[in-house]
């Protein structure tokens, strides 16, 4: 529990949670419209696990 709460709390999942919360609020306020949000989450999300799914097949590299 302890080593999963410490890689939750690593700068990339953060920013990545940081993210995902200001792009909900501001397509639920109306502030950009529905297909921006899914664009932007979209790439975020992408890059979070693409980039965990690097991470993991370099540690079976090892």
């Known amino acids: 529990m302890k080593e999963r ?5 690593t700068v990339k999942s953060i920013v990545t949670i940081a ?3 200001v792009f909900s ?3 639920l ?8 949000f899914l664009t932007i989450f979209t790439v ?3 890059f979070y696990f693409g980039s965990q799914v ?7 590299g090892e």
Request: hydrophobic residues 40%; proline residues 0%; without cysteine.
């Open 29 to 36: 306020r109306g502030t950009i419209e529905s297909g921006q």
């Open 54 to 60: 690097e991470k993991a097949s370099q540690k079976k």
């Open 25 to 27: 609020v501001l397509a």
């Open 19 to 21: 993210l995902t919360g």
């Open 5 to 9: 709460l410490t890689r939750l709390l």
């Open 44 to 46: 975020i999300i992408s």
